[in-house]
């Protein structure tokens, strides 16, 4: 079993910038694929970026590429996002996740632990 607990969301103008954490707990973290999704109000969760076991490896959704990386410490079981440029639609609630695969997924089903979420709103 493992808790992940998000944090860092919160209200940030077009342009902004955000961090969002993710701190896991139980066990081993670095056996673990991460990844970051979202839920925007009245759409199904999707994908936003994901981060191999060792971080050597990331993957991220079109819509976020170039503007948004994802990493992580291993030493200190966290998982970060990076969030630049933010537009208005990636207003959402973020979740992390943990896979016990070996590959970056970008399917939601994949993911065998989540957190509770954090809400990240970006105002005009």
């Known amino acids: 079993q493992v808790q992940l607990v998000e944090s860092g969301g919160g209200l940030v103008q077009v342009g902004g910038s955000l961090r969002l954490s993710c701190a896991a707990s139980g066990r081993t973290f670095s056996n673990y694929i991460m990844g970051w999704f979202r839920q925007a109000p009245g759409k199904e969760r999707e994908f936003v970026a994901g981060i191999s076991r060792n971080g050597a490896s990331v993957f991220y959704a079109n819509s976020v590429k170039g503007r948004f990386a994802i990493s992580r410490d291993n030493a200190e079981n966290t998982l970060y996002l990076q969030m630049n440029s933010l537009k208005s639609e990636d207003t959402a609630v973020y979740y992390c996740?943990?896979?016990?695969?070996?590959?970056?997924?970008?399917?939601?089903?994949?993911?065998?632990?989540w957190g509770q979420g954090t809400q990240v709103t970006v105002s005009i």
């Open positions: 996740a943990a896979d016990r695969s070996t590959v970056i997924h970008t399917t939601r089903s994949r993911y065998d632990y």
